[in-house]
Structure formats: C-alpha cells, structure tokens
C-alpha cells in the first residue's frame, strides 16, 4: 500500500475511534440520544475493517 493510501486509512481509522468514543460516552450520560439517528453497529464494522488493513498493510511493508 503505497504511503498515501496508508495515511488516509490511518486517518479514518483515529476518526472512527475517537467518534465511536464520543457516541459511547453520550450515550451513556443520556440514553438513546446516538442511537435514534446513528448505527453504531455500521460505524463499529467500518472501524474494524480499517483497523484489519492497517495491520495487514504495516505487515507487508
């Protein structure tokens, strides 16, 4: 993966995390406030994936 790709995938990866970590602390301070308009469940999966590509390209290179 050439070092562009690897940083725009880098980039979404800490995007998704920090917004993942924001939802779950609003959601706990006031329930059903992310879920009526967001799935997290989506947004868990795309953070995932990109996670998996980061491993497997820092691997090949």
Known sequence: MNSK?????REIFYTLLTALIVFIIMEIVK???VQAYINMNLMLILWLVSGIILLVSSYRS
């Open 31 to 33: 329930p059903n406030i």
């Open 5 to 9: 790709a690897y940083l725009i995938t």
